[in-house]
C-alpha cells in the first residue's frame, strides 16, 4: 500500500466510487457532509477527520459548528481528529479554536507518535460514508460507500489511534 492510498480502491467486491476533482469541489463536498450529519439517520456516534493541519477544510464555518453542534448534543457521540500540526489548524481556524472549548468533552484531538503506513492526506469517515483527499495538487477526491472499504479506513484509522498521543488541548494554562 503506497501512502495515503488506504484501502484498494479495486479490492473484490467493491463498489466504484464517486470522484471529484478540485479543491472548491473537496471543500464543498466535506461542507455538504458535515452540515448534513444532524439529519442523518442512523446517526453516527463517531465522526473521524484525519489530515496534517486541516487548513482546506471548512472547519471555521459557522453553519459547520451549528451542525456539528446540534449532531454533538446526542449523548454518546464523538468528533475525533487525528493530525500533525494542530497549531497550524489554530492559526488557520480561530473560530473552530473557540467553538471546540465548548465541546471538548465530545472532541478529541490525536497525533501519530509514528509514521502511518498508508495515511491519508484527507479523510472524512462519518457513517456509511467516507470522502478521501487522493491527492492535494488536482484535488482528486474519492467518495466512498463500501462496506469492505469503510470496513478497512475504520480498521486503519483504529491502528493509528493505538499510535497516537492526545494533543490540541482546549484550553492552555499558563502563568
Not at 451542525?67 to 449523548?75: G, H, Q, T, V, Y
Amino acid at each position: 500500500m503506497n501512502a495515503g492510498d488506504g484501502p484498494a480502491p479495486d479490492a473484490p467486491g467493491t463498489r466504484a466510487a464517486e470522484v471529484l476533482i478540485g479543491r472548491e469541489a473537496w471543500v464543498q463536498a466535506l461542507r455538504t457532509a458535515l452540515t448534513a450529519l444532524p439529519a442523518l439517520a442512523p446517526a453516527p456516534r463517531e465522526v473521524l477527520l484525519w489530515g496534517s493541519d486541516f487548513g482546506e477544510w471548512p472547519l471555521d464555518e459557522p453553519a459547520v459548528h451549528a451542525a456539528l453542534s446540534l449532531w454533538l448534543r446526542e449523548p454518546g457521540r464523538r468528533l475525533v481528529l487525528i493530525g500533525h500540526d494542530f497549531d497550524a489548524t489554530a492559526r488557520r481556524h480561530p473560530r473552530l479554536t473557540r467553538w471546540r472549548r465548548d465541546w471538548s468533552h465530545r472532541i478529541e484531538a490525536w497525533r501519530p507518535t509514528q509514521p502511518v503506513q498508508g495515511e491519508p492526506m484527507g479523510l472524512l469517515l462519518c457513517g456509511e460514508r467516507c470522502w478521501q483527499l487522493l491527492d492535494n495538487v488536482h484535488w482528486r477526491t474519492r467518495i466512498v460507500s463500501d462496506a469492505p472499504m469503510l470496513r478497512a479506513w475504520r480498521e486503519q484509522s483504529d491502528a493509528c489511534l493505538q499510535r497516537c498521543e492526545p494533543c490540541w488541548p482546549p484550553t492552555t494554562l499558563g502563568l
